[in-house]
Antibody, heavy 120, light 111 residues
Framework: QVQLVEAGGGVVQPGRSLRLSCAASGFTFSTYAMHWVRQAPGKGLEWMAVISNDGSNEYYADSVKGRFSISRDSSKNTLYLQMNSLTTEDTAVYYC?????????????WGQGTLVTVAS | QSALTQPASVSGSPGQSITISCTGTSSDVGGYNSVSWYQQHPGKAPKLMIYEVAYRPSGISNRFSGSKSGNTASLTISGLQAEDEADYYCTSYTTISTLYVFGSGTKVTVL
């Protein structure tokens, strides 16, 4: 069965960095685009970033462009999100999700999320 | 890219039907059949309920249906049940700034 398991969340000080990971199993990782979506406490879902199935294309939300970087390692079936220059506004649960295509896709599976808290 | 517009809350009695709207622009909802809907219970990950405007994934009750007219997509839940009480989000592919945009979310309450 398809599984997406996020890890790497925790408490981090403003201005510091953190790297999240999402371990994929139960499907052919290299045939799906992969996304990060976050949800601040008590707020709605916010799309963050996507990487194409082969890692050749990346797109970001304006709110994180230049600070966050998405990547993937097909040898490890793992998706990553490198988050730099974190602010308190980045506090959220971060979900990874997959879509069959980079564009015009829909999220058919999601991970359980990992909580990132940015606080001094 | 602003979030797609959804009503903050919708409520209904058991057995009734409710409809949640999701309004965007011709650059997202109106321009592509790439609207999907997600159900989220508190503390849980979102769950796909409708994809490509009107298609139900395997295992999703036929009480859930989707449609689109112009720049507005809609999710209808018929025969409302207590278990349908949750937050619902739409999302669409977009050509404005980013690739995907979510709706603002709607809290469904079963009275």
């Amino acid at each position: 069965q398809v599984q997406l398991v996020e890890a790497g969340g925790g408490v981090v000080q403003p201005g510091r960095s953190l790297r999240l990971s999402c371990a994929a199993s139960g499907f052919t990782f290299s045939t799906y685009a992969m996304h990060w979506v976050r949800q601040a406490p008590g707020k709605g879902l916010e799309w963050m970033a996507v990487i194409s199935n082969d890692g050749s294309n990346e797109y970001y939300a304006d709110s994180v462009k230049g600070r966050f970087s998405i990547s993937r390692d097909s040898s490890k079936n793992t998706l990553y999100l490198q988050m730099n220059s974190l602010t308190t506004e980045d506090t959220a649960v971060y979900y990874c999700g997959r879509t069959r295509w980079l564009q015009l896709g829909y999220f058919d599976y999601w991970g359980q999320g990992t909580l990132v808290t940015v606080a001094s | 890219q602003s979030a797609l517009t959804q009503p903050a809350s919708v409520s209904g009695s058991p057995g009734q039907s409710i409809t949640i709207s999701c309004t965007g622009t011709s650059s997202d909802v109106g321009g592509y059949n790439s609207v999907s809907w997600y159900q989220q219970h508190p503390g849980k990950a979102p769950k796909l309920m409708i994809y490509e405007v009107a298609y139900r994934p395997s295992g999703i009750s036929n009480r859930f249906s989707g449609s689109k007219s112009g720049n507005t997509a809609s999710l209808t839940i018929s025969g409302l049940q207590a278990e349908d009480e949750a937050d619902y989000y739409c999302t669409s592919y977009t050509t404005i700034s980013t690739l995907y945009v979510f709706g603002s979310g709607t809290k469904v309450t079963v009275l």
